[in-house]
């Protein structure tokens, strides 16, 4: 006699959200071998910022100040790597972003350290509200790096503009 497998909804949602890290991770190495553009930096903040819409659902609610200390932590503590280990780089007129072994430790590290305080937080909240803590940890996260990531765009874009053998920026 055969007997099915149940999982634990923890275990499936762990399971879903290491998957899409992974393609993330995998969707962002491949993006190194196409030119950067404007619009692919800023689209990502942008497109996540929808996700706001879940508080309007009360059982995401928690206090101001939760979300304000989980996006100042995704600012600081998890941005900050981010922003360090992303560059660009100048390919005949075109600007690419840098292959860097030390971003993919970080993703994988990031990753990590999201599991693993996912399961610790949500013994004392509710999953909705753990949902919304860390969805704003990760707007967090997202928003200060693409502006980083923009802004160092934008300047090598100038000085390519200003003096054509610029190479590289750091």
Do not use: C, D
């Amino acid at each position: 006699m055969t007997q099915a497998i149940a999982l634990h909804p923890q275990i499936l949602f762990t399971l879903g959200i290491a998957t899409m890290a992974l393609m993330a991770l995998f969707l962002r190495i491949r993006s190194t071998k196409r030119p950067v553009t404007v619009k692919g930096i800023i689209m990502p903040p942008l497109g996540m910022s929808t996700g706001f819409l879940m508080f309007l659902h009360p059982s995401t609610h928690f206090p101001f100040w939760w979300g304000l200390i989980a996006f100042v932590a995704g600012a600081l503590f998890l941005a900050t790597p981010l922003i360090w280990t992303s560059r660009f780089e100048a390919v005949n007129g075109q600007i690419y972003l840098k292959r860097s072994f030390s971003f993919i430790v970080i993703l994988i590290a990031l990753l990590s350290v999201r599991l693993l305080l996912h399961s610790y937080v949500e013994q004392y909240i509710s999953i909705p509200q753990t949902a919304g803590l860390f969805f704003t940890l990760a707007f967090g996260m997202i928003l200060p790096w693409r502006i980083g990531m923009y802004l160092r765009y934008r300047r090598l874009r100038a000085s390519l503009v200003s003096s054509p053998g610029q190479t590289e920026q750091g």
